[in-house]
């Protein structure tokens, strides 16, 4: 079925975002892009002058104004709430900060027993001015659903055991191998953060949730499954039990979009490695967000519109499909070229 501007959506569970995540007939393919706001944007980089990342992220209208600044840029079909996803171990009260061009970095690193056990667990108390900044946004936002985020418990996981960002995962991975105790303590902890900071959002307002396993390619498929997945399914299930829908994303997930999917996700996020028809065949009837390779919008236009094309064409197998990039907005990335990316993802004809 195909409508018109003049059917515009009047909420966001009329709006083509949540047709296609329910799997209903879209007026056009929805789009938004992971990493939207932040420092492709110049209009970003200018309200952050002199204000730290976390501190940005607890000041409500900050979060306010850099949610709205691509939705009013790109006119993209859905926000996603300006947060990160250590912004909660911050909240309860873990020493760590995101450093520029690094990413975050924790003082002190969990490596036993007691060191999870010292971490609070999270209750609204902690997060006054998330439930302030997505109020504040659903209202702007009008018919424009809100997306809230969390990071899943072994994204987060490796930057508390590293502490801070790193290639292989080792120390996160040893813990998981060989101190099976303390790595279900931390798994624990850390999905109950993460399903309590979930809930703050969805009460606040947020229509769907995006888990971020970024780092959760590091794992065969066997590891995920038994000490990875469970804990991500505990996350995905007490979302589940608030009415909102679930995306599910990681990066280098070929061989786990299955597992990712059967974990308790309504749409699969999917990194620009995996053809969507093999990631399709993977999610069976489920949904799925992706997958345009982020650099394609460094090619001429022409070129990247006849990609998204492509991309377009092969989610239409899907039950559903969000179209997105297959990993953030790399911080070079033309403003511009972002804004002819969405105005031909919406004109497409389907
Ligand atoms: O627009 C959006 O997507 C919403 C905001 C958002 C941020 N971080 C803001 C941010 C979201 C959804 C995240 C999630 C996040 N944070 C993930 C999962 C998504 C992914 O990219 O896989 C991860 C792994 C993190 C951890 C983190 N935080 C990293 C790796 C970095 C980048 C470090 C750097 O400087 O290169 C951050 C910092 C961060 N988070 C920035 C932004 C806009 C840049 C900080 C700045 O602008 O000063």
């Known amino acids: 079925m195909t409508t018109t501007a003049a059917t515009a959506a009047t909420t966001p569970a009329d709006g083509a975002f949540l047709k296609a995540v329910r799997g209903e007939p879209v007026p056009h393919t929805p789009v938004w892009f992971m990493r939207q706001a932040g420092r492709s944007l110049p209009e970003y980089l200018a309200v952050r002058e002199g204000v730290g990342m976390l501190e940005s992220c607890m000041r409500p209208e900050l979060v306010v104004e ?32 995101i450093v520029p061009g690094v ?28 439930t302030e ?6 209202s702007e936002l009008g018919a424009t659903p809100l997306i809230g ?7 987060v996981a490796s930057y508390l055991v590293e502490g801070g960002p790193s290639k292989d995962h080792a120390r996160t991975k ?15 902890k ?6 309590a900071y979930l809930e703050v959002q969805v009460a606040a307002g947020a229509s769907a949730v995006q888990l971020f396993d970024s780092w959760a390619g590091a794992l065969t498929p066997d590891d995920y499954r038994t000490a990875v997945m469970p804990h991500s399914a505990r996350v995905l299930a007490a979302a589940g039990e608030l009415g909102v829908p679930r995306i599910h994303f990681g990066v280098g997930t070929a061989n786990l979009l299955g597992l990712m999917g059967e974990a308790g996700a309504d749409v699969v996020g999917v990194d620009w490695r995996t053809p969507l028809p093999a990631a399709i065949a993977q999610v069976g009837d489920r949904a799925i ?14 070129v990247m519109t006849a990609r998204a094309a492509e991309v377009i064409e092969a989610g239409r197998a899907a039950r559903g499909h969000v179209f997105n990039l297959g990993h953030g907005v790399i911080p070079a990335t033309d403003p511009d070229q972002l804004k002819r990316l969405t ?4 004109g497409y004809r389907l």
């Open 343 to 346: 105005e031909f993802v919406q």
């Open 66 to 97: 850099i949610t709205m600044q691509p939705v009013r840029r790109y006119g993209v079909d859905a926000a996603i709430f300006f947060s990160d996803i250590v912004l909660p171990l911050k909240a309860v009260g873990v020493d760590l900060d």
């Open 190 to 195: 850390i999905a109950g953060i993460a399903a």
């Open 133 to 138: 900044a997505v109020a504040g946004l659903v």
């Open 103 to 130: 990413g975050p970095v924790v003082a002190s690193p969990v490596r036993t027993l007691a060191d999870v056990e010292a971490i609070p667990d999270l209750t609204p108390e902690h997060v006054p001015f998330i």
């Open 289 to 302: 967000q992706g997958n345009l390779d982020p650099t394609l919008v460094f090619a001429p236009t022409e």
């Open 174 to 188: 040893a813990m998981m191998f060989g101190a099976p105790d303390v790595w279900d303590a931390l798994m624990r």
């Open 149 to 155: 985020f969390a990071g899943a418990p072994f994204t």
